[in-house]
């Protein structure tokens, strides 16, 4: 048997008396199933997220052929205007017709205004509900990094059996629990310093 095998051998033996131990393994199950909750609601928030990201790039998509239909009409319009000022001996069936026209496509032109509008509206409404999403997001995997670190720690502290390696462990699972109850209760508690201090 190698020396590194023995080692192992001894701490897991050492172990099985130490009430160290049994703290630690009560630690990493209570850590560990919360943090498998926090994965859960994670991934519905991503799903979430990439549908309101969907909503948003259809609707300024939509938008956008909006703009061009709009455009497109004004273009018509002032091309009618035009025919109209310019025809001052029309028969008066052909001025009505043209005059009729500018009108369609004068309502046209404000119809499409106010859909732009709406459509920029629901929008900006689906990129604010990714936003939102994003933070809760966040939260949640700044829960899960201090929970991976927590129980790493936890593991080492049932090898080597040094209580300062627990309390260290405990302070990471303090803030993944803190930032993972903020994700679940939909605070708005940002781990911004986490993401300056790992980004």
């Not at 404000?110 to 604010?128: F, M």
């Not at 080597?160 to 390696?165: D, E, G, N, Y």
């Not at 260290?168 to 993972?180: I, K, N, P, S």
Request: aromatic share 10%; glycine share 8%.
């Amino acid at each position: 048997m190698s020396e590194l095998e023995e080692t192992v051998q001894e701490a897991v033996e050492h172990g099985k008396e130490s009430k160290l131990n049994s703290a630690v393994a009560a630690v990493v199950t209570v850590t560990a199933t919360f943090m498998a909750l926090c994965n859960v609601k994670d991934g519905n928030i991503v799903q979430a997220m990439q549908q309101a990201q969907a909503r948003s790039v259809d609707q300024w998509s939509y938008y956008q052929a909006k703009g061009t239909k709009q455009n497109l009409s004004e273009q018509t319009l002032d091309q009618l205007s035009l025919q109209r000022d310019l025809a001052h001996d029309a028969a008066p069936e052909a001025r009505a017709k043209l005059e009729q026209k500018i009108q369609e496509y004068g309502a046209k032109s404000k119809n499409y205004e106010k859909e732009k509008a709406q459509i920029k509206q629901a929008a900006e409404d689906a990129e604010k509900e990714y936003d939102r999403l994003n933070l809760h997001d966040d939260q949640f995997d700044a829960a899960d990094a201090c929970l991976s670190i927590a129980i790493a720690l936890f593991g080492v502290t049932a090898l080597t059996q040094k209580r300062w390696l627990m309390l260290v462990g405990l302070g990471f699972a303090a803030f993944g629990f803190l930032f993972g109850g903020a994700g679940f209760l939909g605070l708005g508690f940002h781990p911004d310093f986490l993401a300056r201090v790992f980004g």
